[in-house]
């Protein structure tokens, strides 16, 4: 199956303002796709949806061929999820979370082998509380991988990570994917979304304003350059020069 994630006139309204207002998107397997739009633009409740932890009002959603909502529990074997601030307990060690997280899956990934390769096998021991903001950000993509998933949720995926951090966990994605890892990720960091996306969907106010590719976006613009062209998509520039 090609077609990993499907959403049909995906909507969600809360108090009667459309978080999510027909949404459509489809991403093929093995490859990266950036849901972008400004801070509330409606990015969270789009994936939340189609994770099935928020039902939608209306519109269709398939994940891996199946129905969010009713095959959760094989979906959870299958999908990996970055959770921001997640609540984990603060005196329990990394290697601990690990363990316990791989415990939760039939067929797991080595922990200690990621922890390496993401660089914080040297925290194995230490307790949640006492990582840097970077550790932790890479610890909960790890988690989010420990499944072996088939596809992957990222949500500000590199956010609090230094730059070698950064450069670090596009390569492994970028080889995850040439693995056939599908990955769906929010940034708002452009020069990760021109690195790492195949396709591109910007949501303004809950809305589609942007579907295609980095290059595509930039060519219907005015712009040359990718962030440019996304502040004029999500009118963030205009709202950056009147603060001036
Ligand atoms: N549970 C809720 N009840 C009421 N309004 C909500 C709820 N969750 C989200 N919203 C509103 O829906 C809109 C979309 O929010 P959402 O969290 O999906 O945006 P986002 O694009 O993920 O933002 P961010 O980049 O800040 O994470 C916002 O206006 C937000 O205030």
Redesign the pocket.
């Given at each position: 199956m090609n077609e990993v994630i499907k959403a049909e006139k995906l909507c969600k309204t809360?108090?009667k303002?459309p978080?999510?207002d027909n949404i459509s998107l489809s991403v093929k397997r093995g490859t990266v796709f950036g849901l972008l739009?400004?801070?509330?633009?409606?990015?969270?409740?789009?994936?939340?949806c189609i994770l099935g932890t928020k039902t939608s009002d209306s519109g269709t959603i398939s994940i891996l061929g199946m129905n969010p909502q009713t095959s959760r529990k094989q979906l959870f074997q299958k999908v990996g999820v970055q959770f921001q601030d997640a609540a984990y307990q603060d005196n329990i060690t990394v290697s601990e979370l690990c363990e316990v997280t791989a415990s939760l899956y039939q067929d797991s990934a080595d922990p200690d082998k990621l922890l390496q390769k993401f660089g914080i096998s040297g925290k194995a021991k230490s307790q949640i509380k006492d990582l840097s903001g970077g550790e932790r950000q890479r610890l909960f993509i790890i988690l989010a991988l420990i499944p072996n998933p088939e596809v992957v949720f990222l949500?500000?995926l590199t956010t609090g990570l230094d730059a070698r951090a950064r450069r670090q966990v596009w390569n492994i994605l970028s080889s995850l994917k040439e693995h056939g890892l599908t990955i769906f990720l929010?940034s708002?960091f452009m020069d990760e979304i021109e690195n790492l996306c195949d396709c591109i969907c910007i949501?303004k106010k809950?809305n589609i304003i942007f579907y295609g590719t980095v290059a595509e976006a930039v060519a219907s613009s005015p712009y040359e350059h990718f962030e440019d062209a996304y502040l004029w998509y999500t009118d963030e520039e205009e709202l950056i020069d009147e603060n001036f």
């Open positions: 809360y108090n303002t978080a999510a739009g400004a801070n509330g633009a409606g990015k969270s409740t789009t994936i939340e949500d500000e929010t708002h949501l809950g």
